[in-house]
């Protein structure tokens, strides 16, 4: 009953604390002070005056702040020592429905009792303004703490596009949904999304796309084709490769890059190449062997070349077919090898063979030695007076001739002998093995001087 009572009250009514009633009650106080009404309890409130309650006085009841009275506020205390009429109490007020706030929606409650929160939030495209707390309290006078504002629009920055600028109305504003679209200059292309569009935190959703410059279709090629024709715009680095048509040969590089010279335009990094014919005859070198062997080359073969025995290549052994049908570098040639005039110490030619600087391969000379030198006894020979060299395609000679004195071996021979001598007294090995050595280091040293001595004639 009380409380379909305080429904029916008007909120207004609620926020008046100090509403004042009489209400007359009868009460039978057990203990109470002669001819006086007893003091009652009431909870979040208190009578006025709060005491001296005799015999038809009447007092009012006062609520605690925040709470509003129920019943009947003033009493008369009755001469049965009753008060009059029915006690009334105190209940906790309420605040009315809180306010609306722009852009903001309040949480969903119904009843807001003293002390109740309320949380605001922001709509959709709005956002908090910093700083503030979306949050009002019931007050003890039932009135709303004060909300200031709360929600401001969302606005994403002005989009700016360098080399390249919007298509779509350009605004003061943008505010969530707000879409904008691009277009890039001459000569760049866009990357990133041409249309983009504010949402609800303020940024660009895709992010704002950009310029970048690009070069521009790759040069042409007459009887050839590239690998750029998909396209009209290449960004930096993009490489374009070319080919001839069938039979033609590529002439020049056979790749364009997108690239810069001034670090700001871009541009290719050479003309195209050529498709021309190009055939180089088989070269013609004499006397020389060459892979591969074809009747014609095209633009760019290479060949190598070696020569015949007996016979020298002067030049590079590897050249290679120009646009022109000329070979780089020049052909080499196959020059017989020569052997040098030979030089035989105590010795010298015999007067049939010819006396020449250099030897061709098969030429052969014929060595006699000098009075009172003779050819060693154990050389094979033709003769014993004359010994013949050859000169072999390698360019050195067999073996040629030592000329001695007869002294010369009769040392060797009397050594030999010696040795024999000490073998045959049962001379211990490891005596005859020092005895050897020293007679090899002898040889050695004979050998040393008649080298020194060729050396210096
Ligand atoms: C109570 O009320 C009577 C009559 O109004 C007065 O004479 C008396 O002084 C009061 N007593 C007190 C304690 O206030
Ligand atoms: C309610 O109480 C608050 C805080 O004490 C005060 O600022 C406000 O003015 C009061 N409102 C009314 C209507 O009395
Ligand atoms: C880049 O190209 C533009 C247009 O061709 C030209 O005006 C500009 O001077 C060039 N920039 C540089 C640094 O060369
Ligand atoms: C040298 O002689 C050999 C054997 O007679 C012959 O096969 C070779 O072709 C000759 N070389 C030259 C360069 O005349």
């Given at each position: 009953m009380l409380a379909s009572l305080l429904h029916t009250m008007p909120a207004f009514l609620h926020g008046l604390g100090q509403v004042l009633a009489v209400v007359v009650l009868v009460l039978q106080p057990a203990g109470s002070l002669e001819g006086q009404c007893p003091v009652p309890a009431i909870a979040h409130g208190q009578l006025k005056p709060a005491q001296n309650f005799t015999y038809g006085s009447t007092a009012t009841l006062k609520c605690d702040a925040g709470y509003v009275p129920v019943g009947a506020t003033t009493l008369q205390c009755l001469s049965n020592g009753r008060w009059h009429s029915r006690m009334p109490t105190c209940v906790l007020g309420r605040c009315p429905y809180p306010p609306a706030v722009d852009?903001?929606?309040?949480?969903?409650?119904?009843?807001?009792?003293?002390?109740?929160?309320?949380?605001?939030?922001?709509?959709?495209?709005?956002?908090?303004?910093?700083?503030?707390?979306?949050?009002?309290?019931?007050?003890?006078?039932?009135?709303?703490?004060?909300?200031?504002?709360?929600?401001?629009?969302?606005?994403?920055?002005?989009?700016?596009?360098?080399?390249?600028?919007?298509?779509?109305?350009?605004?003061?504003?943008?505010?969530?949904?707000?879409?904008?679209?691009?277009q890039c200059d001459p000569t760049y292309v866009l990357r990133g999304s041409q249309r983009i569009q504010c949402s609800a935190d303020g940024m660009w959703r895709p992010p704002v796309p950009y310029c970048d410059k690009v070069c521009g279709p790759p040069p042409k090629?007459?009887?050839?084709?590239?690998?750029?024709?998909?396209?009209?715009?290449?960004?930096?680095?993009?490489?374009?490769?070319?080919?001839?048509v069938e039979g033609l040969s590529l002439v020049g590089d056979e790749s364009v890059y997108c690239t810069s010279d001034d670090g700001v335009n871009l541009t290719w990094s050479g003309p195209a190449p050529e498709c021309r014919l190009v055939r180089c005859p088989k070269p013609a070198v004499e006397r020389a062997r060459m892979t591969p062997q074809r009747l014609t080359f095209p633009y760019g073969a290479g060949v190598r070349f070696s020569c015949e025995e007996g016979?020298?290549?002067?030049?590079?052994?590897?050249?290679?077919?120009?646009?022109?049908g000329a070979w780089h570098p020049p052909l080499p040639s196959c020059q017989p090898v020569l052997c040098p005039q030979p030089q035989v110490a105590k010795g010298r030619l015999k007067s049939t063979s010819?006396?020449?600087?250099?030897?061709?391969?098969?030429?052969?000379?014929?060595?006699?030695?000098?009075?009172?030198?003779?050819?060693?006894?154990?050389?094979?020979?033709?003769?014993?007076?004359?010994?013949?060299?050859?000169?072999?395609?390698?360019?050195?000679?067999?073996?040629?001739?030592?000329?001695?004195?007869?002294?010369?071996?009769?040392?060797?021979?009397?050594?030999?002998?010696?040795?024999?001598?000490?073998?045959?007294?049962?001379?211990?090995?490891?005596?005859?093995?020092?005895?050897?050595?020293?007679?090899?280091?002898?040889?050695?040293?004979?050998?040393?001087?008649?080298?020194?001595?060729?050396?210096?004639?």
């Amino acid at each position: 009953m009380l409380a379909s009572l305080l429904h029916t009250m008007p909120a207004f009514l609620h926020g008046l604390g100090q509403v004042l009633a009489v209400v007359v009650l009868v009460l039978q106080p057990a203990g109470s002070l002669e001819g006086q009404c007893p003091v009652p309890a009431i909870a979040h409130g208190q009578l006025k005056p709060a005491q001296n309650f005799t015999y038809g006085s009447t007092a009012t009841l006062k609520c605690d702040a925040g709470y509003v009275p129920v019943g009947a506020t003033t009493l008369q205390c009755l001469s049965n020592g009753r008060w009059h009429s029915r006690m009334p109490t105190c209940v906790l007020g309420r605040c009315p429905y809180p306010p609306a706030v722009d852009y903001a929606d309040r949480s969903p409650q119904h009843t807001f009792p003293v002390g109740t929160t309320v949380t605001y939030s922001c709509r959709y495209g709005y956002t908090l303004l910093p700083n503030i707390s979306p949050v009002t309290t019931c007050l003890e006078n039932f009135t709303w703490s004060v909300i200031p504002k709360l929600c401001q629009r969302v606005q994403c920055p002005s989009p700016t596009i360098l080399h390249g600028r919007e298509t779509s109305p350009r605004k003061a504003e943008y505010t969530v949904g707000h879409q904008v679209e691009f277009q890039c200059d001459p000569t760049y292309v866009l990357r990133g999304s041409q249309r983009i569009q504010c949402s609800a935190d303020g940024m660009w959703r895709p992010p704002v796309p950009y310029c970048d410059k690009v070069c521009g279709p790759p040069p042409k090629i007459t009887n050839g084709q590239h690998t750029g024709l998909r396209t009209e715009q290449f960004p930096y680095g993009t490489e374009v490769k070319y080919s001839c048509v069938e039979g033609l040969s590529l002439v020049g590089d056979e790749s364009v890059y997108c690239t810069s010279d001034d670090g700001v335009n871009l541009t290719w990094s050479g003309p195209a190449p050529e498709c021309r014919l190009v055939r180089c005859p088989k070269p013609a070198v004499e006397r020389a062997r060459m892979t591969p062997q074809r009747l014609t080359f095209p633009y760019g073969a290479g060949v190598r070349f070696s020569c015949e025995e007996g016979f020298v290549l002067r030049g590079d052994a590897e050249s290679r077919c120009l646009a022109d049908g000329a070979w780089h570098p020049p052909l080499p040639s196959c020059q017989p090898v020569l052997c040098p005039q030979p030089q035989v110490a105590k010795g010298r030619l015999k007067s049939t063979s010819e006396v020449k600087t250099w030897y061709q391969t098969n030429a052969t000379v014929t060595f006699e030695c000098l009075d009172g030198y003779y050819f060693p006894e154990d050389a094979v020979t033709a003769s014993e007076d004359s010994w013949t060299a050859t000169c072999l395609p390698d360019g050195s000679w067999t073996p040629l001739p030592k000329c001695q004195t007869k002294e010369d071996d009769a040392d060797v021979c009397e050594e030999v002998h010696h040795i024999r001598a000490v073998f045959e007294c049962g001379v211990p090995t490891a005596e005859l093995k020092t005895l050897l050595e020293i007679q090899k280091l002898f040889l050695e040293i004979k050998k040393l001087e008649l080298e020194l001595e060729n050396l210096n004639k």
